[in-house]
């Protein structure tokens, strides 16, 4: 490979200094060529490496020049924008926030334009590389920069030659839908779950997060408690969850020594503060250096016992086939075998004593679960899942000695049907991680080792630790043996054991046995993890789900697409297992609840409200059709790359969410009845700032009470009024998390009583299933643009598309773990080929759409010289 000098593309060794830019962080060159849709090479080696400050080349015609805000000194490029003079002729570089939303006399703020459009620097900052340099510069693939980046992190001056010299990886098989035996099963998965292990232990290891704002004090069990922010938390892509281990660092001038301690996250950022708090694995007595607030950081901790209960699962069905009954085992594997019935009455209503009454397809699943060894029930939004699935456990329950496993992948949902079933009037325990055990839940007090605590043997043994500080190793080892035994006497005297499924595979639950298991969310959950709770015992096993609503998050690409991102619920229904579909919905007025019925659920599913009952009185919101509170708010605007430069924003779209959650407040609508859902953290956070400076209601602090979140976090909850903003804005009709119809379906059907959806309706329309959308909401009247208080219909022309089949694209969804740069350098690899529908008269395009020519950048660059201030 021939030299190149200093001063060249780290990526493809282009070296005109118009196109070239400079790396502060890391000090490489790179230049503005864009050669894929990922964006330029400047642009995508500033996502991968988290860096974010520029200085422009020497020779170029702004000379060397550091791109900072004029006002307030900020160097994030994916914040940095510029606005003209109000009087003078120069143009001013301005941050997004704070310094570009006030307003200044001098300044034309309001027509503020980022320095970053889709994804490439404005071609007069750093000219793109002519068609000739392109042909000429060295050829490199967007896999070849993931891995040198990564690469860069171990060795600061590796090459592609380094990458040639690596070993090819070994490619993943994919899995099978029938399997011969569970060896074969085992050899299938334990791969992939080794694979997504792995990769899971390198993000988690690789990430040190800057800590914001410590804060220090101490919890009611007396343990130190640290709550602080992480600033660029949202830019990994790990997320920490309640019960997760944390190491604290400093190694700042105001201490002697470095510090350290470890921890594990107690709570998580709410909708009314965005601190986290780790319980810290320290006494009172130890040293802590409560005095300082900053210079911390938190590293995350990697324990691979989830993924280590899912290896044993797998391999002690492979060694011991008796695990689980032949019915089971045969479904798991998808062996023909001759079906069997349990003996169940027809007649019998199984609505259950101070449980809500069941409907004619909730009391048909009960019957059809009891009598079967292996059931399937898909619950599509608002139709009594819960309510089900705690009618099935009971009458299990009553009908065996043995407790009833009850299991889902989160906690969430493991307390909310535990709650459920303790009002019905079981005894229920419930396990919970020895890292969850001093965190709040609303069912504590069903907790396994609370209830040991409370019991007449234990309870002296607690006194005396309390009184004396300690106890004898005596005592030590009398208390251990008697915890072990009334947590085996709560257990199997319990009518319910209730727990994650990674939960199942805890040691207080070895060699017991559970005839019957029910796994809710089931298609939340990989297989392997759904594996862990059958595998003790079972003889029956009902799987309750939705395989049209969000899957699996898998971390890893590759054995995501080999299949771990599959569910069981799912891989089930390929082998031919026909759920039992719940078809009455409860939760969202009929006009809300259409078209995910006859999209993603063949138009089966029934309205169990009336439209009357989701109309609010007096409620003058100007619905553009008033008996359908509903409304497709077409925003002509641009997206913009948020902060870290992986989220996106869309400024247009938050100022009309304001616009929108304001007038909700105006009508009586309280913050916790209103829900915003956005696929991208930027916007998040755009949104919060935004409201918290600009929103016009009279009591400001509302809007920190609007819970703000992804559609993940909304599954499975509610809200009477939703506001979606897509986001998504662009001419190259790129709209990443967007093309997912699973996270679609799950946004669209959260409200109760009223839907805004806020979006580009031009870009939208280029996706198929989005193209439906548009149209459905055409022909309902509701797809209008315009103020909120002069809103008129679209007059953007839509045509019919070839009608979207959930059934047919549930398995090939996108259900990765973020829409980022990197492994997903395309951000639209799964939007498919399709038929684009043609657009006559269309919203509003950005001024800035139209490329530039050459001769264009010039004359631009030459007008700008000595006229922007930096």
Known sequence: MEDLPDRSCAYCGITSPDSLVHCQTCDKWFCNAKTSRAGSHIVTHMVF???????????????????????????????????????????????????????????????????????????????????????????????QISKLETKWRQDKDATLMDLDQEEVEEELEPILMRYSDAYQYQRAFSPLVQYEANYDKLLKQSQSLQIRNIEWSLGDNGMRLASFTLPSYDAFAIKLNVGDPIELKYSGPELGDPWQVSGYIVRVPGVLNNYFTAELLASQSDKMPVHISSGFTADLVWKGTSYDRMQKAMKHLAVNSKTVSEHVYSALLGIDHQPTAFPVSQKQNYSVPKSTKLNASQDNAIKSVLSKPFSLIQGPPGTGKTVTSANIVYQLAKRQKKPVLVCAPSNVAVDHLAAKLESLGLRVVRLFSKNREDVESSVQHLSLTEKVKSTAAIKGFYKSKDSNGKLS?????????????????????????????????????????????????????????????????????????????????????????????????????????????????????????????????????????????????????????????????GVGSSEELGPSGTSYLNRAEAINCERAITRLFAEGVEPSQIGVITPYVAQKEFIVQYMGTHGTFADKSKYLEVEIASVDAFQGREKDYVILSCVRANDNQSIGFLTDPRRMNVALTRARYGMVILGNPRTLSKNSIWSRLLLHYRECGCLVEGDLDNLRLSNLQLQRSVPYRAREQGSSTPTSAGDLFGSQLDLNLHGGAQSWPKLGSELDTPANARSMHDDEIKNLAEQLQGKIRF
């Open 49 to 143: 490496s988290k860096h974010q400050s520029l200085c422009l080349h020497p020779d170029s015609d702004f000379g060397e020049t550091m791109l900072e805000c004029y006002n307030c000194g900020n160097r994030n490029l994916f914040v940095l924008g510029f606005v003209s003079a109000k009087t003078d002729s120069v143009v001013v570089i301005l941050c997004r926030l704070p310094c570009a939303a006030s307003k200044n006399a001098d300044w034309d703020t309001e027509n503020w334009q980022s320095l970053v459009e889709n994804r490439q620097l404005l071609p007069w900052m750093a000219k793109p590389p002519s068609e000739e340099e392109i042909q000429h510069a060295r050829p490199i693939t967007a896999v």
């Open 473 to 633: 190793a005596a005592d030590e080892k009398q208390l251990e043996t008697l915890q072990f035994k009334e947590q085996r006497r709560l257990i199997v005297n319990s009518q319910v054991v209730c727990c994650t499924c990674v939960g199942a595979g805890d040691h207080r639950l070895d060699k017991l046995k559970f005839p019957s298991v029910l796994i809710d969310e089931s298609t939340q959950a990989s297989e392997p993890e759904c594996l862990i709770p059958i595998v003790k015992g079972a003889n029956q096993v009902v799987l309750v789900g939705d395989h049209q609503q969000l899957g699996p998050v898998i971390l890893s690409r590759k054995a995501g697409d080999a299949g771990l991102k599959q569910s069981m619920f799912e891989r089930l229904i390929h082998l031919g297992h026909i759920p039992i579909r719940l078809d009455v919905q409860y939760r969202m007025h009929p006009c809300l609840s259409e078209f995910s019925s006859n999209i993603f659920y063949d138009g089966s599913l029934q309205n169990g409200v009336s439209a009357e009952s989701r109309i609010r009185a007096n409620n003058m919101f100007p619905w553009p059709i008033r008996e359908k509170p509903m409304m497709f708010w």
